[in-house]
């Protein structure tokens, strides 16, 4: 059983930090593909950064300059570093691991940004 174990979300005012953990094993860490997609209410899920296991990153338009995903090797677990949050990040965001066809998927956490 793969396990994905997410935490950091929360509120925060507009223009404010948070930082996003997701944990795993090292087998998955090593050799699958981390990322951190969102899905707001009534919208579909969609890629927010990926990170290879060489550290190969990938954004949405919406987020470079903003948001930064990174990897601890010795942690097993990946980060996204959220800056200048705006309240249209609000949305829950998901941990997945991708390797060919094997997907894994977090439980997710909430992120609100409001004033």
């Not at 509120?11 to 998955?28: E, F, K, V």
């Not at 990926?50 to 470079?64: E, F, L, M, Q």
């Not at 990897?71 to 991708?98: G, I, S």
């Amino acid at each position: 059983q793969v396990q994905l174990v997410e935490s950091g979300g929360g509120l925060m005012q507009p223009g404010g930090s948070l930082r996003l953990s997701c944990a795993t094993s090292r087998s998955i860490f090593s050799i699958y593909t981390m990322g951190w997609y969102r899905q707001a209410p009534g919208n579909q899920r969609d890629l927010v950064a990926t990170i290879t296991s060489g550290g190969n990153t990938n954004y949405a338009d919406s987020v470079k300059g903003r948001f930064t995903i990174s990897r601890d090797n010795a942690k097993n677990t990946v980060y996204l570093q959220m800056n200048n949050l705006a309240p249209e990040d609000t949305a829950v965001y998901y941990c997945n691991a991708k390797r060919g066809y094997f997907s894994y998927w977090g439980q997710g956490t909430q992120v609100t940004v409001s004033s």
